[in-house]
């Protein structure tokens, strides 16, 4: 347990020192979700209004609603770059390197996970100071703070290992692009971060209102939301783990050296 702990804690601050010297990397994090904040919201301000329903109890500004979806939006990109980082280093050899370790290889993903998810939740508490200083204050401090972090970790250790099993079938950081336009594009706008999802039924979009409610991007936001004001946000969190542990034990099962990542190795691709 000593040994696993220590390679826990070694891959988590390797993960944090390479990231403190990417600092574009922290500022294009932040700067997206603040130009939806300060530009997009400030449009639509006083012309889209969230009804009085769950988890609100009066009427609320259209940017107080978007800010979930926004801190949804900083973890899901920092879960894909993740992803694109786990195929840069396989190009490199460094994740053969990695995975040999007398380790169990799960742990070894489970350690690269958990380094995704402290980097996308520090970035997302970056976006939350900053957003309150723009003035859209969020209820993150209080008796529900427990419940926000829970959801919070949870939602960042769930699109990190989504991330995780796209690099599994990502062979190359040239595919890596039209990937994430069919990943990230589609979660984030088929999902309730920007509108909710009786609006969609409302305005006739059927399609877009049922794939919406089975996108596992709109739980992690709801689940999120609905924490900030201490309500129950339903079967969320059980949609948010039960993605989780899927993505998870695929990407571990693609990791083995008897398929995926293992099986390339031996028939020549990619290291």
Known sequence: MKHALQALWAIVLRELLKFGRQYGRLLSAIVRPLLWLAVFAAGFRNVFGVAIVEPYDTYIPYDVYIAPGLIGMVLLFNGMQSSLAMVYDREMGLMRLLLTA??????ILFAKLCAT????LAQAAVFVIVAALLGTALPVFGPQ??????????????????????????????????????????????????????????????????????NPFTHAVEWIRFAMYGKDPGLSPWI??????????????????????????????PA
């Open 240 to 269: 948010v783990l039960g993605t989780l542990a899927l993505c998870f034990a695929v990407a571990s099962w693609g990791y083995d050296p008897q398929r995926g990542f293992g099986a390339l190795t031996k028939r020549g691709g």
């Open 145 to 214: 703070t427990p419940m926000v972090l829970l959801a919070a970790v949870s939602a960042a250790l769930m699109l990190g290992a989504l991330g995780l099993l796209l690099s599994v079938h990502v062979k190359q950081l040239e595919n890596f692009a039209g990937t994430m336009n069919f990943v990230i594009f589609p979660m984030y706008f088929m999902s309730s971060a920007l509108y909710p999802l009786w609006k969609l039924e409302e305005s006739g979009a059927e399609w877009v209102y049922r794939i919406a409610q089975f």
């Open 102 to 107: 007398p380790l169990p290889r799960p742990w």
């Open 117 to 120: 998810a402290v980097l996308s």
